[in-house]
Each structure stands twice: as structure tokens, then as C-alpha cells.
């Protein structure tokens, strides 16, 4: 298979306490230096907690933010922010929240036409003929054009949101929660439509989100994040159904599921670590019923197991754990 994505000790710092004159006070490292691959066609998907870094990951992708080191490279072509219409015509960003993240004081048309003008360069005849290609696509009526955002409930906003997306011509797709804020009704409904997109345009996703019932049904691939290092990736039925790392057993136990009651995690802490402060080895170390001398002394590096799952822990769980 041909690699469509590959990221090479990808990282993030943000400086924390600016000066007028000096140095920051501090660092927050808020993505570790990570490596992964995404195969063409594939759905990737990135799971994890609130501030475990996976947004910061997205927006490094798509050029909202420059990292602080490693490279990404799309079709073996290494990408930087010396031209960030590059980034346009190969990747693209779908945003969690569908109603402001377009803009209030412009038509769907002018949305639609921004990455067509800016990007292609393309004429008017040609833009109205690819805005109408993609509407049919995404199963929207042209006369929606010449109408505003809050005209739209939810599901037709996100669909939109998606259209715009495509707009670019870009192969690889940064979906962000594209279905978190809609009604469980219509996240079916977006959900099929993003499949039957990925068949039409040979699109690749990387599919984040908090809901692991949508990761496991939507990937092909799981990648689990914790304090911005990656603990583990492998094909999405072998992690949810039987998790290496202690992080992700404690994230499909944590899942609400219909007919079964609410129960606090098991573990000695239930907060992430402190960013200012952070742990000598192991961040999941003060949370993990595993944990050993040897977790306290250097974080474990990710590793292939047996069935191919890759991990970063010391003590991976058995099936049978």
C-alpha cells in the first residue's frame, strides 16, 4: 500500500508566562515528539482524553499551527509553512462545531468558492460546475447556495462544512469530533455519508474523537493518545476488544454503554498529570493498578507486540486481564 500521511517525531511546545523582555516561564510540551503512518484509503482513528493532545495533532496537520519539531509528509513530499496553500490542496480540516466555523456574514456560495478561488485558481464556469458536482455528492440542494449559516440546522451545516472540505480536491480529510455535536439520528446519517465519500473520492481520514462506539465503527486503525504521546495503535477491533496498555482498558470501561450501569474507573488518580509539572517515566503511572519501580524511572517507548498491536507500556495486559 502507498503511505498517504507519515509523521516523523512530530512534537509541540507552547511557551507559558510570556515576558516583554526574556524568556517564557515555562514550557508545556503539549504534544511528545510521535510517529505514525496512514495508509491511502485508510481510516485512522485518534482517541483519548480531553487535553491529551489530539487537536493540537490536527491542527499541526493542517498548518494552524507550526510545530515545534519532526516533519509531515504527504505522498513521500515533505510539508512546511513556506507555501500554506499547499497544505490546502492536500489535506483539509473538518470542524467539530459546523455552525461557527463558517462564516455568519457570507452566502454558502462564497464559502464554497473561497478554496476554489484561493487555492485553484479556478474560473467561475468551473467553480459553479465543481460546487454543484459536490453538493450532489453530499446530498444538498443548490438553491441552499445563496442562503446563510444559521439558516441550517446541524446535520446540513456539518454536510457543508464537509462540502467545503472537498472543495480543495484535498485527499486526506482531518475530521475533529465531525459528529459530536449533532443528534444521535443525524450522526448515523453523516457518518454513512463520510463513508460513501471515502469510497467516490478515495479520500483518507484521520477520524478524532471522544466516542469510541464511532471510533470502532469507523476505523481501521485506532491510535490512543495520553498526555501527547501515543501508548498505543493497532487495528481498531483488536484494541477495543482486547486493550494492551492499561489507558485504553480504562477508556472502554469508562464508556457509557446501553443496559449497563455507570462505574468510577479503576486507579489510584483520576486527573491528568500537571503540564507544569510533569512526571519522571510513565505519565499514566499515578492512574495504572501495574504500575512498578521501573515505570518511575523512564517512560516506556512504543513497542510491536505478538498480534501486531504497538504499545508503550512495561506490564502489557494479557487477553485474559
Not at 490542496?89 to 462545531?97: A, C, M
Request: net charge negative; with cysteine; hydrophobic share 40%.
Amino acid at each position: 500500500m502507498t503511505t498517504a500521511l507519515k509523521l516523523t517525531s512530530l512534537g509541540k511546545v507552547f511557551p507559558v508566562g510570556k515576558r516583554l523582555f526574556g524568556p517564557p516561564k515555562a514550557h508545556v510540551r503539549a504534544v511528545q515528539p510521535l510517529s505514525l503512518t496512514v495508509e491511502e484509503g485508510e481510516t485512522l482513528g485518534i482517541v483519548g482524553e480531553s487535553g491529551c493532545g489530539k487537536s493540537t495533532l490536527a491542527r499541526m496537520l493542517v498548518g494552524l499551527l507550526p510545530p515545534s519539531s519532526g516533519t509531515i509528509e504527504i505522498n513521500g513530499e515533505p510539508l512546511d509553512n513556506a507555501d500554506p496553500a499547499l497544505f490546502g490542496r492536500k489535506i483539509q480540516y473538518v470542524f467539530q462545531d459546523p455552525i461557527s466555523s463558517l462564516n455568519p456574514r457570507k452566502t454558502i456560495r462564497q464559502i464554497m468558492e473561497a478554496p476554489l478561488r484561493h487555492l485553484h485558481k479556478m474560473p467561475t464556469a468551473d467553480r459553479e460546475r465543481r460546487i454543484a458536482e459536490i453538493f450532489s455528492a453530499v446530498n444538498l440542494r443548490e438553491e441552499f447556495l445563496d442562503r446563510y449559516p444559521h439558516e441550517f440546522s446541524g446535520g446540513q451545516a456539518q454536510r457543508i462544512g464537509i462540502a467545503r472540505a472537498l472543495a480543495a480536491d484535498a485527499r486526506i480529510l482531518i475530521l475533529d469530533e465531525p459528529v459530536s455535536a449533532l443528534d444521535v439520528s443525524v450522526q448515523a446519517q453523516v457518518l454513512n455519508l463520510l463513508a460513501d465519500l471515502k469510497q467516490q473520492f478515495g479520500l483518507t481520514y484521520l477520524f478524532i474523537s471522544h466516542d469510541l462506539a464511532v471510533v470502532e465503527a469507523v476505523s481501521d486503525r485506532v491510535a490512543v493518545l495520553y498526555f501527547g504521546a501515543v501508548v498505543e495503535v493497532g487495528p481498531a477491533d483488536q484494541v477495543f476488544a482486547h486493550p494492551k496498555h492499561p489507558y485504553t482498558k480504562l477508556l472502554a470501561d469508562s464508556a457509557p454503554v446501553v443496559g449497563r450501569p455507570l462505574t468510577a474507573p479503576e486507579g489510584r488518580e483520576t486527573e491528568l498529570p500537571d503540564p507544569l509539572n510533569p512526571p519522571v517515566g510513565c505519565a499514566f503511572r499515578a492512574r495504572c493498578a501495574y504500575a512498578s519501580d521501573q515505570c518511575g524511572r523512564e517512560a516506556p517507548r512504543l513497542e510491536e507486540q505478538s498480534d501486531g498491536v504497538w504499545t508503550a507500556c512495561y506490564h502489557p495486559l494479557a487477553v485474559s486481564d
